[in-house]
């Protein structure tokens, strides 16, 4: 494993953010955007993040949108996440479940062996997800982690 660094620019969203609730609960966010996207007829504009806001249960579901809109539905906020000039990160294949806990644990001790410091909120980008693949073995994700 190696460390990738790279700047990321300012992301328009459509985004739920929920302190208290599970890991696994936040594809039902996502399902939300989803719909309210559709019905709004606003087109997606890359894949869906999944941000960790500290080192505990306090998430936000993120979809990338071409264009603002207002929705009604309360939880949903539309908002601009912003840019980053560096960004650790990382590629995982395969099932999150399964392996992907150790893989971001062995590239945060890299980056401390390296005396790399990061710091709260980083990023999940669902490259291929159950949504596009239901092969849970295909899966692509971008784990990113903002460096100070």
Request: net charge positive; hydrophobic share 35%.
């Amino acid at each position: 494993m190696e460390i990738l660094i790279k700047e990321i620019k300012p992301i328009l969203v459509a985004s739920i953010k929920e302190a208290g609730k599970k890991y696994e609960d936040f594809q039902q966010y996502f399902n939300i955007i989803y719909k309210d996207l559709t019905y709004y007829k606003i087109k997606e504009s890359g894949n869906s993040i999944l941000i960790k806001h500290n080192n505990s249960n306090y998430f936000e579901a993120c979809v990338p949108i071409e264009r603002k809109y207002i929705s009604d539905h309360p939880k949903i906020e539309i908002k601009i996440l912003p840019s980053v000039k560096k960004m650790a990160y990382f590629i995982h294949k395969g099932p999150l479940e399964k392996t992907a806990s150790t893989h971001i644990d062995n590239f945060l001790k890299l980056l401390k062996e390296n005396h790399i410091k990061y710091h709260y909120p980083h990023r999940e980008i669902y490259i291929s997800s159950k949504r596009e693949n239901p092969n849970w073995f295909s899966f692509v994700t971008e784990f990113q982690f903002p460096l100070e």
